[in-house]
């Protein structure tokens, strides 16, 4: 409940401060604004600080005069930034806006406007002090309110979130600066600020009573100017209290018992901004505003050193982890940044960090004020409790049994993840129940509470339970055949640690084994000493199946056979050993593959269960040999010839399969294919088969004897019934060619080598004799004769003639065949060429000009020779000269030709050049060129040097130009420019300023001279004078004959003298006619049309003696009647009046006065 201060004006006498630091959780939320952005904050909550919006973002954009408040449990009950206060649901309280404390508006706040601490001894009572703004009103003193938390306020009766029950209460009347501290136990607390603009501290003192008194005290220079923009800290010992402005940062020593300063220090640190002490309260660290940097002050070496020296920062403030951090001013950082070493004995090993905690938005100045008086000396509840001891799941803890101190109550304040956490039970309730086996497991925070809490000590007590989740365990079945080794059964669990067989298990390792079948259980324990739910494995023996009977098979040579067997049950599998071995096949019958020898087979039976017989019964496969019967090749043999045919085997016996016969041997006269089947004992058949062929001798006819030409050769065929030749040359193919008399003869073996033989003569004739000549070539247009010779022969040319000569013009390649009385022929070609006449062709007859000679010559290239008429002898000649040309030309094949050409002279070019003859000073022209009778480019040679086909000139002068065409023709032109001088023009006015509205009746009259033909205005207007009643800039052009320009202008300014309203102090409302309104009255220059034209508003009041306000008026003439407000005939006597106007100028008129009425 709210508590109502006592009205006591009197110092009390403190007991010494026990300074005890602690824990403190009404620091852990930070609010804090910003005129950038929108409110920012800080959650301490973790341990370290994350940004944290909970709060409004529109409710604090004030970048200083922040204070925010938290209770003991860390959670936000309100902050204010010195005009409003803001519950937890981020709206004002129903009576917290118009704190008197900074003024309205961003830039108005003050750097430390707003400071919140608890009502000395009260749990619900919060004291706000707010201090003024030097941009607001800083007559308004140290002020106070306090907010009372169990008003309901916006919140209900049952969950109330506060109200301000005192409301800008005076700690201290008189203009104060913009900071303001604190220092103080739970029962006593000082709050410091400062005087603006002297040197006195405002000393004021609250009390478990209330605010009891506030004193000054005269000490340290006086602050004044933006040292009063600066800020005050004092450190957690409450022994020193710090400055930091525009003097330079000062240090006091306070005394606590009687809440004065004393030991004034001039640090030498000057112009500086946010301040705040080191944890130990021995240094003192001050940022840069206006300075730049950050520097701390060592009280113990009285020295200064840099923490950084770059930058501008905000306000410095301690936060919950005892580390310091800091705003910046520039307001284009989302960062705070922090000293995280502040007992260092130096600025540089503070720890500087410039971008500590990422705000996501951007700061400015300021941080929230945090002031947590210091605890006193009480007796607290006991709330020790031992550890708890962590359990398993589906096991149950007594709580009671760790209670050292007070008594309780037990609760779990944090469960783990899940839906089925454990709970509080048992008679007392102070046991702690995972009993059922399907239990969340995880950490469980679990809190003791005394049953009887003090105020301001704790009252609770927590522990963790981790509840650990039971191991578990899996084990696998097994099944073996009557006879085989003992299964292995293994538990598999990620966390066992040990493990305990029972049923047909046995041990206590991780597998055990067995034999008979039936349930091997286990359970496992892991190094939580928790033990698992049972797993059960089951062992299955089955029994093995016996083969009874087998059957084999024989067969005669390779191939496969079918073996068959009997089993009591299952199916078959065949080996090839009795044990071991090789599978071969399953089933019965089973077919073997291709056997070559007799071989022994394995059956062993297989149960449904995989059990195999534990004897294999053998079934013999027997392979017996074919008889090996051999003919022989089949044979060739010529007619007449025999063969005995027979196999050389002995206990067999036989069967000719042509005859039927039953002898072990054939004799064979006659072509045919001859076969026997052989049986041996085993009744196994070999059969074999013969080809005997009986062949003719071969067909051999060389022909009649022949005779061939000379120089030829003959084909001999000895036939295709040969297999093998022997020729009486050596050859041994089937044909042959001869090219010599001589008598030839051939032996033929055909392929039973039977033969035949044949004989022929051959004899050679002569042939004639050609000769054409070797390939020639002659000259276009030449001839020449071919002669075959041979008189009395045959001709054939392969042009058709037949003659024995023919004349040849044309290029070709030319042949001749003859033939002799022995019908032998002979032939000859020769290759007739046609040497081309030189390529000899100077052209169509051309021109020739002066600057370009033209160059005749001839396409042929590498002649023998070259003759001109001019006696020269190269392939071209260049001339300029006109004239008749002709040229001779031997080629390399000494063909000749010639060609003449006539040269005329070429045509001048016509040239003119194009420009202005006069130009204006500071003008240019360009000189441009037309031409005529011109062939292609054309080349532009000036006499300034330039090669265009334009010049830009801006001086008097002679310019020439020199044209030459692509055909080397040209022409020439000569210009005169001359430039100029431009014509003078100077502006001249009556007046240098009017006014230009319509009631002013101003003008002026702007005259010029000059020495120009005319001049024309701005507007057009075209003459010596120009007369305006505006005022403004004036521009006037000048032009000569030439249509050269000058130009000048003149600005005339706009002044309209003040309305100078004065009014009367005596008025007459009586109704005469005369002096019957209260109304201005102006100069003898003034009229009344003109007044209004230049005022830009006008307000006119009027009040009695009382100061009630009778008569008003505004943006019309002043006029009063004597009436007042409501109609009524005002008494006579004095009234006091204000008249307040501005003109169009931008003057700005405040007029009072009295007038007496007497009617």
């Given at each position: 409940?709210?508590?109502?201060?006592?009205?006591?004006?009197?110092?009390?006498?403190?007991v010494?401060?026990?300074?005890?630091?602690?824990?403190?959780?009404?620091?852990?939320?930070?609010?804090?604004?910003?005129?950038?952005?929108n409110?920012?904050?800080?959650?301490?909550?973790?341990?370290?600080?994350?940004?944290?919006?909970?709060?409004?973002?529109?409710?604090?954009r004030?970048?200083?005069?922040?204070?925010?408040?938290?209770d003991?449990?860390?959670?936000?009950?309100?902050?204010?930034?010195?005009?409003?206060?803001?519950?937890?649901?981020?709206?004002?309280?129903?009576?917290?806006?118009?704190?008197?404390?900074s003024?309205?508006?961003?830039?108005?706040?003050?750097?430390?406007?707003?400071?919140?601490?608890?009502?000395?001894?009260?749990?619900?009572?919060?004291?706000?002090?707010?201090?003024?703004?030097?941009?607001?009103?800083?007559?308004?003193?140290?002020?106070?309110?306090?907010?009372?938390?169990?008003?309901?306020?916006?919140?209900?009766?049952?969950?109330?979130?506060?109200?301000?029950?005192?409301?800008n209460?005076?700690?201290?009347?008189?203009?104060?600066?913009?900071?303001?501290?604190?220092?103080?136990?739970?029962?006593?607390?000082?709050?410091?600020?400062?005087?603006?603009?002297?040197?006195?501290?405002?000393?004021?003192?609250?009390?478990?009573?209330?605010?009891?008194?506030?004193?000054t005290?005269?000490i340290?220079?006086?602050?004044?100017?933006?040292?009063?923009?600066?800020?005050?800290?004092?450190?957690?010992?409450?022994?020193?209290i710090?400055?930091?402005?525009?003097?330079?940062?000062g240090?006091?020593?306070?005394?606590?018992?009687?809440?004065?300063?004393?030991?004034a220090l001039?640090?030498?640190?000057?112009?500086?901004?946010?301040?705040?002490w080191?944890?130990?309260?021995?240094?003192?660290?001050?940022?840069?505003?206006p300075?730049?940097?950050?520097?701390?002050?060592?009280?113990?070496t009285?020295?200064?050193?840099?923490?950084?020296?770059?930058?501008?920062?905000?306000?410095?403030?301690?936060?919950?982890?005892?580390?310091?951090?800091?705003?910046?001013?520039?307001?284009?950082?989302?960062?705070?940044?922090?000293?995280?070493?502040?007992?260092a004995?130096?600025?540089?090993?503070?720890?500087?960090?410039?971008?500590?905690?990422n705000?996501?938005?951007r700061?400015?100045f300021?941080?929230?004020?945090?002031?947590?008086?210091?605890?006193?000396?009480?007796?607290?509840?006991?709330?020790?409790?031992?550890?708890?001891?962590?359990?398993?799941?589906?096991?149950?803890?007594d709580?009671?049994?760790?209670?050292?101190?007070?008594?309780g109550?037990?609760?779990?304040?944090?469960?783990?993840?899940?839906?089925n956490?454990?709970?509080?039970?048992?008679?007392?309730?102070?046991?702690?129940d995972?009993?059922?086996?399907?239990?969340?497991?995880?950490?469980?925070?679990?809190?003791?509470?005394?049953?009887a809490?003090?105020?301001?000590?704790?009252?609770?007590?927590?522990r963790?339970?981790?509840v650990?989740?039971?191991?578990?365990v899996?084990?696998?079945?097994?099944?073996?055949?009557?006879?085989?080794?003992?299964?292995?059964?293994?538990?598999?669990?990620?966390?066992?640690?040990?493990?305990?067989?029972?049923d047909?298990?046995?041990?206590?390792?991780?597998?055990?084994?067995?034999?008979?079948?039936?349930?091997?259980?286990?359970?496992v324990?892991d190094?939580n000493?928790?033990?698992?739910?049972?797993a059960?494995?089951?062992?299955?023996?089955?029994?093995?199946?016996?083969?009874?009977?087998?059957?084999?098979a024989?067969?005669?040579?390779?191939?496969?056979?079918?073996?068959?067997?009997?089993?009591?049950?299952?199916?078959?599998d065949?080996?090839?050993?009795v044990?071991?071995?090789?599978?071969?096949?399953?089933?019965?019958?089973?077919?073997?593959?291709?056997?070559?020898?007799?071989?022994?087979?394995?059956?062993?039976?297989?149960?449904?269960?995989?059990?195999?017989?534990?004897?294999r019964?053998?079934?013999?496969?027997?392979?017996?040999?074919?008889?090996?019967?051999?003919?022989?090749?089949?044979?060739?043999l010529?007619?007449?010839d025999?063969?005995?045919?027979?196999?050389?085997?002995?206990?067999v016996?036989?069967?000719?399969?042509?005859?039927?016969s039953?002898?072990?041997?054939l004799?064979?006269?006659?072509?045919?294919?001859?076969?026997?089947?052989?049986t041996?004992?085993?009744?196994?058949?070999?059969?074999?088969?013969?080809?005997?062929?009986?062949?003719?001798?071969?067909?051999?006819?060389?022909?009649?004897?022949?005779?061939?030409?000379?120089?030829?050769?003959?084909?001999?065929?000895?036939?295709t019934?040969?297999?093998?030749?022997?020729?009486?040359?050596?050859?041994?193919?089937?044909?042959?060619?001869?090219?010599?008399?001589?008598?030839?003869?051939?032996?033929?073996?055909?392929?039973?080598?039977?033969?035949?033989?044949?004989?022929?003569?051959?004899?050679?004739?002569?042939?004639?004799?050609?000769?054409?000549?070797?390939?020639?070539?002659?000259?276009?247009?030449?001839?020449i004769?071919?002669?075959?010779?041979?008189?009395?022969?045959?001709y054939?040319?392969?042009?058709?003639?037949?003659?024995?000569?023919?004349?040849?013009?044309?290029?070709?390649?030319?042949?001749v065949?003859?033939?002799?009385?022995?019908?032998?022929?002979?032939?000859?070609?020769?290759?007739?060429?046609?040497?081309?006449?030189?390529?000899?062709?100077?052209?169509?007859d051309?021109?020739?000009?002066?600057?370009?000679?033209?160059?005749?010559?001839?396409?042929?290239?590498?002649?023998?020779?070259?003759?001109?008429?001019?006696?020269?002898?190269?392939?071209?000649?260049?001339?300029?000269?006109?004239?008749?040309?002709?040229?001779?030309?031997?080629?390399?094949y000494?063909?000749?030709?010639?060609?003449?050409?006539?040269?005329?002279?070429?045509?001048?070019?016509?040239?003119q050049?194009?420009?202005?003859?006069?130009?204006?000073?500071?003008?240019q022209?360009?000189?441009?060129?037309?031409?005529?009778?011109?062939?292609?480019?054309?080349?532009?040679?000036?006499?300034?040097?330039?090669?265009?086909?334009?010049?830009?000139?801006?001086?008097?002068?002679?310019?020439?130009?020199?044209?030459?065409?692509?055909?080397?023709?040209?022409?020439?032109?000569?210009?005169?420019v001359?430039?100029?001088d431009?014509?003078f023009?100077v502006?001249?006015?009556?007046?240098?300023?009017?006014?230009?509205?319509e009631?002013?009746?101003?003008?002026?009259?702007?005259?010029?001279?000059?020495?120009?033909?005319?001049?024309?205005?701005?507007?057009?207007?075209?003459?010596?004078?120009?007369?305006?009643d505006?005022?403004?800039?004036?521009?006037?052009?000048?032009?000569?004959?030439?249509?050269?320009?000058?130009?000048?202008?003149?600005?005339?300014s706009?002044?309209?003298?003040?309305?100078?309203?004065t009014?009367?102090?005596i008025?007459?409302p009586?109704g005469?006619?005369?002096?019957?309104g209260?109304?201005?009255?102006?100069?003898?220059?003034?009229?009344?049309?003109?007044?209004?034209?230049?005022?830009?508003?006008?307000?006119f009041?009027?009040?009695?003696?009382?100061?009630?306000?009778?008569?008003?008026?505004?943006?019309?003439v002043?006029?009063?009647?004597?009436?007042?407000?409501?109609?009524?005939?005002?008494?006579?006597?004095?009234?006091?009046w204000t008249?307040?106007?501005?003109d169009?100028?931008?003057?700005?008129?405040?007029?009072?006065?009295?007038?007496?009425?007497?009617?």
């Amino acid at each position: 409940m709210f508590k109502e201060p006592l009205n006591k004006h009197f110092w009390l006498l403190l007991v010494p401060l026990v300074f005890t630091l602690n824990t403190i959780s009404q620091n852990e939320i930070w609010y804090f604004g910003s005129n950038f952005t929108n409110t920012a904050g800080l959650d301490f909550s973790s341990g370290s600080p994350v940004a944290h919006n909970g709060q409004n973002s529109n409710t604090m954009r004030f970048y200083e005069s922040n204070a925010s408040f938290t209770d003991g449990s860390g959670n936000m009950l309100f902050y204010t930034d010195g005009i409003a206060v803001y519950d937890a649901s981020n709206s004002i309280m129903p009576n917290g806006s118009g704190l008197i404390g900074s003024g309205a508006g961003t830039t108005a706040s003050a750097v430390q406007g707003a400071l919140s601490f608890k009502w000395p001894g009260t749990e619900d009572s919060i004291f706000v002090f707010t201090a003024p703004s030097l941009d607001g009103t800083p007559a308004n003193g140290i002020r106070y309110n306090v907010v009372d938390m169990t008003s309901s306020g916006n919140g209900t009766v049952g969950s109330p979130l506060g109200d301000l029950v005192m409301k800008n209460e005076i700690a201290h009347p008189a203009a104060a600066c913009e900071m303001m501290t604190a220092i103080g136990t739970c029962d006593s607390i000082w709050v410091i600020s400062h005087r603006s603009g002297n040197n006195r501290f405002i000393i004021t003192l609250v009390t478990e009573d209330g605010v009891q008194a506030t004193n000054t005290q005269a000490i340290g220079p006086s602050v004044t100017g933006n040292g009063r923009r600066g800020s005050i800290a004092a450190n957690v010992q409450g022994t020193k209290i710090a400055i930091a402005g525009a003097w330079p940062t000062g240090v006091w020593v306070f005394d606590f018992a009687n809440g004065v300063l004393s030991n004034a220090l001039n640090t030498g640190m000057g112009w500086y901004y946010g301040s705040e002490w080191s944890p130990d309260g021995e240094k003192l660290y001050v940022s840069g505003f206006p300075a730049t940097g950050i520097k701390q002050w060592n009280t113990n070496t009285s020295s200064a050193s840099n923490v950084t020296t770059g930058g501008t920062y905000g306000e410095i403030v301690m936060g919950p982890d005892s580390l310091l951090y800091f705003a910046k001013v520039s307001g284009t950082s989302n960062f705070l940044g922090r000293i995280s070493n502040p007992d260092a004995t130096s600025g540089g090993a503070a720890g500087f960090s410039n971008n500590a905690v990422n705000l996501g938005q951007r700061v400015s100045f300021g941080l929230p004020q945090i002031f947590i008086p210091t605890p006193c000396s009480v007796t607290c509840p006991d709330t020790s409790i031992s550890n708890l001891d962590d359990i398993c799941v589906g096991l149950t803890e007594d709580l009671s049994a760790h209670e050292l101190g007070s008594s309780g109550s037990w609760s779990i304040t944090s469960t783990p993840a899940g839906s089925n956490p454990a709970v509080i039970g048992g008679a007392s309730s102070d046991v702690f129940d995972a009993s059922d086996v399907n239990v969340d497991p995880g950490i469980y925070e679990v809190t003791f509470t005394v049953d009887a809490p003090v105020g301001g000590c704790p009252s609770t007590s927590t522990r963790n339970i981790e509840v650990f989740s039971l191991p578990t365990v899996t084990v696998n079945d097994a099944t073996i055949c009557e006879g085989d080794a003992a299964a292995i059964f293994t538990a598999t669990s990620g966390t066992a640690t040990g493990w305990s067989w029972s049923d047909e298990g046995t041990g206590s390792d991780q597998t055990t084994t067995g034999t008979i079948a039936g349930s091997y259980t286990v359970v496992v324990t892991d190094g939580n000493t928790c033990t698992s739910l049972p797993a059960i494995g089951t062992l299955t023996v089955n029994a093995r199946p016996t083969v009874t009977s087998t059957t084999g098979a024989e067969r005669c040579g390779e191939g496969s056979v079918s073996l068959e067997a009997v089993v009591s049950s299952g199916t078959i599998d065949w080996y090839d050993a009795v044990s071991g071995g090789a599978l071969q096949g399953t089933g019965s019958p089973w077919s073997t593959g291709v056997l070559t020898d007799t071989t022994m087979y394995y059956a062993e039976a297989i149960s449904p269960e995989g059990c195999t017989s534990e004897v294999r019964i053998s079934a013999l496969a027997m392979v017996h040999r074919i008889p090996n019967v051999n003919l022989g090749s089949d044979t060739l043999l010529c007619l007449g010839d025999s063969i005995k045919l027979g196999t050389g085997l002995s206990d067999v016996t036989f069967l000719w399969l042509i005859d039927g016969s039953v002898l072990d041997s054939l004799v064979v006269t006659n072509s045919g294919n001859y076969d026997v089947n052989v049986t041996d004992t085993n009744n196994c058949v070999g059969y074999d088969a013969i080809t005997v062929t009986f062949l003719d001798v071969p067909v051999l006819d060389l022909g009649i004897d022949s005779s061939i030409c000379e120089g030829d050769s003959m084909l001999l065929n000895a036939g295709t019934d040969g297999v093998r030749y022997e020729w009486s040359t050596g050859d041994s193919l089937q044909t042959i060619f001869v090219d010599s008399a001589s008598t030839y003869s051939v032996i033929v073996y055909n392929i039973a080598n039977c033969s035949s033989k044949d004989t022929v003569v051959v004899t050679v004739d002569t042939v004639p004799e050609i000769d054409l000549g070797l390939d020639t070539a002659i000259c276009n247009l030449d001839t020449i004769i071919l002669d075959a010779g041979n008189e009395g022969a045959i001709y054939l040319w392969s042009n058709g003639s037949d003659s024995s000569a023919i004349l040849v013009t044309t290029e070709n390649n030319y042949s001749v065949a003859v033939t002799n009385s022995f019908l032998c022929s002979a032939s000859d070609t020769i290759q007739i060429d046609i040497n081309a006449l030189p390529n000899v062709n100077l052209g169509l007859d051309r021109d020739v000009c002066k600057y370009l000679p033209i160059e005749l010559g001839v396409a042929e290239e590498n002649a023998n020779s070259y003759l001109w008429n001019t006696g020269e002898t190269t392939q071209s000649i260049s001339t300029d000269t006109s004239g008749v040309y002709f040229i001779d030309v031997y080629s390399i094949y000494s063909c000749f030709k010639s060609d003449t050409i006539i040269v005329s002279p070429g045509p001048d070019l016509d040239v003119q050049l194009v420009n202005d003859s006069v130009i204006c000073n500071g003008t240019q022209t360009n000189i441009t060129v037309e031409v005529q009778n011109q062939t292609g480019i054309l080349i532009y040679d000036w006499n300034t040097l330039e090669n265009a086909n334009y010049i830009n000139v801006d001086s008097t002068g002679e310019y020439s130009i020199l044209i030459k065409d692509e055909k080397g023709c040209w022409g020439s032109d000569t210009t005169t420019v001359r430039v100029q001088d431009l014509p003078f023009i100077v502006l001249s006015a009556d007046t240098i300023s009017i006014c230009s509205i319509e009631e002013a009746d101003e003008s002026v009259t702007i005259s010029c001279s000059h020495n120009g033909s005319y001049v024309e205005w701005g507007d057009g207007f075209v003459g010596d004078e120009y007369t305006s009643d505006l005022s403004g800039w004036f521009e006037a052009f000048v032009y000569d004959e030439h249509n050269c320009s000058s130009y000048d202008s003149i600005t005339i300014s706009e002044y309209c003298r003040p309305v100078r309203v004065t009014l009367p102090n005596i008025f007459t409302p009586n109704g005469d006619g005369h002096n019957d309104g209260f109304i201005p009255f102006e100069m003898v220059w003034e009229d009344l049309e003109y007044m209004l034209a230049n005022l830009e508003y006008i307000d006119f009041k009027v009040y009695n003696r009382w100061g009630e306000l009778i008569h008003t008026s505004s943006l019309v003439v002043p006029y009063w009647n004597g009436l007042d407000s409501e109609g009524l005939e005002a008494s006579d006597g004095f009234y006091f009046w204000t008249l307040n106007y501005g003109d169009i100028n931008g003057d700005k008129f405040y007029n009072n006065g009295y007038v007496k009425l007497l009617r």
